[in-house]
């Protein structure tokens, strides 16, 4: 079945500064691939996702980058404020089989 | 619409207990997926279901089950709870293709004492 690894586990950032966080996964059939943030507390909220169509997709300071040959896809925060401290799942799922997440990466946005 | 909803949001058992879990999906959505959340382990996938039928099963033991109702609603039952069930449950419902987005509920915090 599909295995998705996440790094880093933890990620320290200056505000201001950009936040990479990587995933590969293992089924080449894999064709959704979701990014979840989850604040201290609170249920996991989709912040952006991409299909294996793409390659590329951009929502504001968020942007989720696709790479099928090498099956790793990445998610970028430019410009982090406070209220980006979360932790974060990366996930991947090949048609109707189910969602697999990540470990969970733990950004921590330094004032 | 209204968002995914769980009740109870909290609850205590003692070990040997079981418990049953409601999950009520946003309208329209018909397939609910539940996953247990652990410091450790992450999202762990227990099981999907579709149209009243098991679309998906996780690698956990049979003491973990789980049906859908004709609205959609989901229950998951625990039977003989060990302390290593303590976690956060979360089910999550989307539409019917395996690319739509899943949305999660609230969860429900199980202790287990």
């Known amino acids: 079945g599909e295995n998705v690894e996440q790094h880093p586990s933890t990620l320290s950032v200056q505000e201001g500064d950009s936040a990479v966080i990587k995933c590969t996964y293992s089924?080449?059939?894999?064709?959704?691939f979701p990014w979840y943030k989850q604040e201290l507390g609170k249920r996991p909220q989709l912040i952006i996702d991409?299909?294996?169509?793409?390659g590329e997709k951009k929502d504001q300071r968020i942007a989720v980058t696709l790479n099928k040959t090498a099956k790793h896809f990445s998610l970028h925060i430019t410009e982090t404020q406070p209220e980006d401290s979360a932790v974060y799942f990366c996930?991947?799922?090949?048609?109707?089989?189910?969602?697999?997440f990540g470990k969970g990466t733990r950004l921590s946005v330094i004032a | 619409k209204a968002g995914v909803t769980q009740t109870p949001r909290y609850l205590i058992k003692t070990r040997g207990q079981q418990v049953t879990l409601s999950c009520s999906p946003i309208?329209?959505?018909?397939?609910v997926s539940w996953y247990q959340q652990t410091p450790g382990q992450g999202l762990q996938f227990l099981f999907e279901?579709?149209?009243?039928?098991?679309?998906n099963k996780g690698n956990f033991p049979g003491r973990f089950s789980g049906r859908q109702f004709s609205n959609s609603r989901s229950e998951m039952n625990v039977s003989t709870l060990e302390l290593g069930d303590s976690a956060l449950y979360l089910c999550?419902?989307?539409?019917?293709?395996?690319?739509?987005?899943?949305?999660f509920g609230p969860g429900t915090r199980l202790t287990v004492l």
């Open positions: 999550a419902s989307s539409g019917s293709t395996g690319v739509d987005t899943q949305y």
């Open positions: 279901y579709f149209s009243e039928t098991q679309r």
């Open positions: 309208s329209g959505h018909r397939s």
């Open positions: 991409i299909r294996s169509n793409v």
């Open positions: 089924d080449s059939a894999s064709n959704y």
């Open positions: 996930a991947a799922k090949a048609g109707n089989t189910p969602l697999v």
